[in-house]
C-alpha cells in the first residue's frame, strides 16, 4: 500500500493525479490514453509537434469539435476503417472523461470497441483539457479536475455515424 501518488503524468485519471482515488476507473483512463496513442500513432506529449498538436487530447478535442476526429490518425496509415477508426477515438475519448462515472466500464470499452454494444455519445468535453488551456497549456492536463464540463455541440453528430456498419476503407 501506498500513500503517495506513482505513476507516469499524462495516463493519471484526474481524480486520482489530484485527490490520490484510485479506483478500477482509473485503469480505464489510462487504456483510453493508451488506444489514442495508438491510433495516432504518437505520445500523449510531443513537444517536436506544433503549438496546438503536443498535447494529443488538446488536438484531438480541437479536431472533435469540428467534426475531424479522424486527421488524428496515424498518417503512416495506407488503409483503414473510417468507422472503426471513429469508434476507436470515440471510446478513448469515453475512457477519458473527467469524472470517473462518465467513464464505462472495461466490458463495456470491450463490447463497444468489438462492436456488440453501441458506443455511448461522447457529450462533454473533460474540464481538465478547458482548465488547461486557461492556463496556457504550460502544465500536464491530468494536473487538472473538477466536476464542472462544456457541452459539445458536435458531437451527436459525430457519435452517431460512429455506429454505422459496413462502411468501406480509406
Partial sequence: MSTKIAGTMGYLA??????GRLTEKADIFAFGVVMLEIVAGRPNTDNSFEEGKIYLFEWLWSLYEKAQAL?????NLNEFNKVEAFRVI????LCTQ???HQRPPMSKVVAMLTGEAEVAEV????SYINEWLLR???QSYSGFYSSDFTTNTESKHLTQ??????????
Fill in 14 to 19: 484526474p481524480e486520482y493525479a489530484m485527490k
Fill in 123 to 126: 457529450a462533454m468535453k473533460p
Fill in 136 to 138: 496556457g497549456g504550460n
Fill in 71 to 75: 486527421e488524428i490518425l496515424d498518417p
Fill in 161 to 170: 455515424s460512429a455506429t454505422i456498419t459496413g462502411a468501406g476503407h480509406g
Fill in 90 to 93: 470515440c471510446v478513448a475519448l
Fill in 98 to 100: 473527467g469524472s470517473p
